[in-house]
């Protein structure tokens, strides 16, 4: 479905957000190893997170809609999945691939895991070598690389693994996997990622301790069934903050908006380039910081992102992009390599579509060089079937001169929902 970006002159007024995807995708696998019925509010109901929900049923999860964002999860502890009787599609979800796989690397029987075409071609040795040392018998494509995998879980012994890569989903899956496992496990990272499978294994009663960078489990099953409420999604925030701080007069305000400090280095970003976006009301709800963000629009200046500023903003590098053609100066995202394995190459994809709008931008290796301000014009524009691709593009497609239109628009629902109806909500024509 091809999307033509509006004409908004600037975004004024006050936005409540779908929930955040990597907790709506925790609170399905956690949910079903409580030991009785979780009952959710602010689930993201989006393509990737009902991905997860499917699966969950397949393995004979009982989950109930409950309205546009309720779920009652009925969980059955440690051993109330059975084996699914076809193949667990996780359809463009990493998360539901890696996680879930460290679910089913604990229990006695066999599973395929696989999704479609990007899925496929991401990298899954990440997980199959940690599974593995911990007793799991797990196969894939291509020397055990790729999804479909194929497990056959069973008795695991806890390890202590340190992932050679920052990522939340290697950490999560090596973790759940831990809860199964006989002995504690310890998983240790380079630089620290995400931490909603720490908080809500916490706030659900896991036996778990977390320092920054390194996290340790013990076998803790079931897990206390408690009602979680799930804030609205930070990464999906990135969008219309960005949009605000590029239109001139725009004033806006997110609310119940997820705050993690794992997942607000986009602010401090932005804060960098020229533009505080505040913070109120701030309290913590299910074991998670959360508050309203107010944004005005700024001039903006260049800035380097690279090192361990990269996990905390991994999936605000497309968006970043996007507003890095507006700054002054010449911005630097490095050590960023990991971009080209997410749902698209990204680096490329960004490279090539805002190269395609006029701006001046050089692909390199691990990262990207843009230098800005440029005046950008109108295109069609490939999105990969990326959803932050996409909406990076929607992003520099308001500030740019003549009509932009996007292809394949309709993968922005694997994790926002209505985005394009927010955005026009709150934007003045
Ligand atoms: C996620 C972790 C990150 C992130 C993804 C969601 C999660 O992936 O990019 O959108 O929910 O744990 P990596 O672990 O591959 O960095």
Redesign the pocket.
Known sequence: MDLTVPRLRSLRGTLRLPGD??IS??ALLLGSLCDGNVSVRGFLPSLDTLATLECLRRLGVRIDRKGPDGLVVHGSGAHGMREPGDVLDARNS??TT??LAGILAGQPFFSVLTGDESLRGRPMRRIVEPLRSMGADIRGRDADSLAPLAIRGGRLQGIDYTVPL???????CVLLAGLFAEGGTTVREPAP??D??ERMLAYLGGAIQAAPEMTQIQPSLPLVARPLHIPGDI?SAAFPLAATALLPGSRLSITGVGLNPTRTAFLDVLERMGTAVEAHGVKETSGEPVGRLTARHAELRAVQVGGADI?GL??ELPILAALATQAEGTTLIRDAA?LRV?ESDRLHALAVGLARMGAKVEERPDGLAITGPSLLRGARLETYGDHRIAMAFYVAGLVAKGRTVLADAECIDVSFPGFDRSMKAVGRG
């Open positions: 995807k990597s995708h925790r990493g998360t890696r996680l920052s990522s939340a989903q290697v950490k999560s990622t995400r909603h499978t990464s996990p991994i999936d990991e997410k």
